[in-house]
Structures are given as C-alpha cells and as structure tokens.
Nanobody, 123 residues
Framework: VQLQACGGGLVQAGGSLRLSCAAS????????MGWYRQAPGKERELVAV???????NYADSVKDRFTISRDNAKNTAYLQMNSLRPEDAAVYYC??????????????????WGQGTQVTVSS
C-alpha cells in the first residue's frame, strides 16, 4: 500500500491550506486515517485522526481550527487547516492503518506513512 500526500505550501498566518492523502494498492479496508506533524527539533505528534465510522480526535492545539475528513470510496483523507499560526509550521505526514489483500486468500494488516508535505506559515 502506498500513500501520497499533497497540499502543503507557504501561507500567511491566519490563512488556510487543505492537505490530502490518497492510498493505492490492494486495499481491503482502511480503518484509521491520521495526520501527524513534525517541526524541526521536535518529535512527531498526532494532529488528527478519523476512524472508519467517522469518529474524530484532534490535538488540543488544533481543535476548532483543523478538520479531518475522509472519502472511503477514494481511499483518501483530508485535513482542512484554517487560522494557521506560525507554530503550525511543520512537515505533515499521513498515516493509514487497515487491511490489504496479500494474495488470493490472504488478508493482512498494514500501517503506512505518506512521504510528508511541508507547511510553512509566515507571521
């Protein structure tokens, strides 16, 4: 299973960006879709996650500003980021967990990461 993230860029503080992450491969089902971020010198942290049934969870720092959503038919997750702040600047990574078809009679689990997309916020 491969994940391709896109949508990062440079934005002024207060602006918005929308990230997307699409999965491809022999996917049987994607359970959790999440976004993480890592700023220079800091550990990677969870930004938001959405379960297959729609349950969402957000880091306190992004609540009421970011919205995670998913399109199961497209195996794609989105992260709408509004009211961006300089402290939101980081490389954003998507992470999907689920099941894939390993061969004609085997289904196995996967835990995949996208390549990361840079978000830069100018003050």
């Amino acid at each position: 299973v491969q994940l391709q993230a896109c949508g990062g860029g440079l934005v002024q503080a207060g602006g918005s960006l929308r990230l997307s992450c699409a999965a491809s491969g022999n996917i049987f089902r994607i359970n959790d879709m999440g976004w993480y971020r890592q700023a220079p010198g800091k550990e990677r942290e969870l930004v938001a996650v959405i379960k297959r049934g729609g349950f969402t969870n957000y880091a306190d720092s992004v609540k009421d500003r970011f919205t995670i959503s998913r399109d199961n038919a497209k195996n794609t997750a989105y992260l709408q980021m509004n009211s961006l702040r300089p402290e939101d600047a980081a490389v954003y990574y998507c992470n999907f967990r689920g099941l894939y078809i390993r061969d004609y009679d085997h289904i196995d689990s996967f835990d995949g990461w996208g390549q990361g997309t840079q978000v830069t916020v100018s003050s």
